[in-house]
């Protein structure tokens, strides 16, 4: 029922930015923490970052930390992923998730996935 859809992944050079939009509908949104995972070609996928339902309480991986921003905007039901100074270990799909049982890291723990965009990053 639920539906993420990701946008705003394209070529940018190392030290550019990049804002990924998750448009979320079939659901409550507000009730949804949210996590951004990403996957490079023969890599399992790890997670980015998540945030609360409120958007009051985030996490980040350590190699994004001070790099990248999580948010939400509850009134468009979106969640945004600013990445700032981006590095070519960037590349990878990124993908928008939905939880509503917990505040997890782990890929198993999100019950609704969107499709991917794909981020690249020149050296």
């Known amino acids: 029922q639920v539906q993420l859809v990701e946008s705003g992944g394209g070529l940018v050079q190392a030290g550019g930015s990049l804002r990924l939009s998750c448009a979320a509908s079939?659901?409550?949104?507000?009730?949804?923490?949210m996590g951004w995972f990403r996957q490079a070609p023969g890599k399992e996928r790890e997670f980015v970052a998540r945030?609360?339902?409120?958007?009051?309480?985030?996490n980040y991986a350590d190699s994004v930390k001070g790099r990248f921003t999580i948010s939400r905007d509850n009134a468009k039901n979106t969640v945004y992923l600013q990445m700032n100074s981006v590095k070519p270990e960037d590349t990878a799909d990124y993908y928008c998730?939905?939880?509503?049982?917990?505040?997890?890291?782990?890929?198993?723990?999100?019950?609704?996935w969107g499709q991917g965009t794909r981020v690249t990053v020149s050296s």
């Open positions: 998730a939905a939880d509503r049982n917990g505040f997890s890291t782990k890929p198993s723990a999100y019950e609704y």
């Open positions: 945030i609360s339902g409120s958007g009051g309480v985030t």
């Open positions: 079939g659901g409550t949104f507000s009730t949804f923490r």
